[in-house]
C-alpha cells in the first residue's frame, strides 16, 4: 500500500490558532489523519483544528515538543498507521511539501526522511541558522553521515521503528534525539529539499542561547550512548 494511505500527520502546537485551521485543511486532501497535539494552549488552537477536521489531543499544561510528539504518535500507533509525518503548527512548513516526503520514503527505503531547508536558508534568522549549521555539523560527525538540517521539525518517521528505539528528548532536543536514535540503530536517513514559508505570527519558540546550552548538555550524554553508529546518508530526491 502507497505511504501516504497509512500515514498520519502529527502536529504539536503551543497558541496557533491563527493557522492551525489551513494547515489541517490542506493536509486532510493528502492524508487520512491529521493528530494535532495542542501543548497547553491558551487560545483557540484546539477549537480551530477541531473545526477543520483534525482529531485533537488536549494536555493539560505545557510539556513541550518531546512530549507533545510522544502523544500524538501514540494516538497514530493505537489508530494503526505505519507512518507519521511531523509537522510544525506556525505555517512555515508548506503542505505541498507531503509529496516529496512520501516519494522519498517509497524510492528511497528510508525509515526516516528529514526535510532539508539550508538551500534557502537566507529564510531562517542569521542566529538560529548558524546554531543549526553547527549542530548539523556536530551530529554529521557523531553519527558519520551529512546531516544538513538537523533543527528541521518537518519529518517522516516510521511509526514500528520510532515505537521501538523509543527517542529520548525533551522539548525541542528531540529533533535530534530521534536522529540519534535512528542512526545508532543502523536507519536509512534521507534528506529532501523543502521550501521556508514566512512564520505569519510572533516570533519563534525556538531560544537560540537557552535550547543551545540544553543542546550541549544532552550531546554530552547522548556521545556516551551504547550503540552502533552507522546511518545511510541520503539525498534529495526533487
Not at 491558551?42 to 482529531?55: L, P, S, V, Y
Not at 542512526?183 to 534528506?191: M, Q, V
Not at 544532552?218 to 553508529?229: C, F, H, L, Y
Amino acid at each position: 500500500m502507497p505511504v501516504a494511505s497509512r500515514c498520519a500527520a502529527i502536529i504539536p502546537c503551543l497558541n496557533e490558532a491563527a493557522t492551525i485551521g489551513a494547515i489541517t485543511r490542506g493536509l486532510r486532501l493528502r492524508l487520512p489523519s491529521v493528530i494535532v497535539v495542542d501543548d497547553g494552549s491558551g487560545d483557540a488552537t484546539a477549537d480551530e483544528a477541531r473545526q477543520a477536521g483534525a482529531t485533537v489531543v488536549r494536555l493539560d499544561r505545557t510539556l513541550g515538543k518531546g512530549a507533545a510528539l510522544r502523544a500524538g504518535i501514540e494516538v497514530a500507533t493505537s489508530a494503526r498507521f505505519d507512518w507519521a509525518l511531523l509537522m510544525d503548527g506556525d505555517g512555515q512548513h508548506s503542505v505541498e511539501d507531503v509529496g516529496v516526503f512520501v516519494e522519498a520514503a517509497e524510492l528511497g527505503g528510508a525509515e526516516m526522511v528529514i526535510g532539508n531547508r539550508m538551500h534557502s536558508a537566507e529564510s531562517i534568522p542569521w542566529l538560529r541558522r548558524q546554531v543549526n549549521r553547527w549542530m548539523s555539523r556536530d551530529l554529521s560527525r557523531c553519527i558519520g553521515a551529512r546531516v544538513p538540517d538537523s533543527q528541521c521539525g518537518f519529518r517522516l518517521v516510521e511509526l514500528s521503528t520510532w515505537n521501538r528505539l523509543q527517542p529520548a528528548g525533551e522539548g525541542f532536543l528531540i529533533e535530534s534525539a530521534m536522529i540519534v536514535a535512528f542512526a545508532k540503530a543502523g536507519c536509512r536517513i534521507l534528506h529532501v529539499p523543502i521550501r521556508v514559508l514566512p512564520r505569519e505570527q510572533g516570533r519563534s519558540r525556538i531560544r537560540s542561547i537557552r535550547d543551545t546550552i540544553r543542546w550541549l548538555r544532552w550531546r554530552i550524554t547522548a556521545g556516551k550512548m551504547p550503540g552502533t553508529w552507522s546511518s545511510t546518508p541520503g539525498v534529495g530526491l526533487r
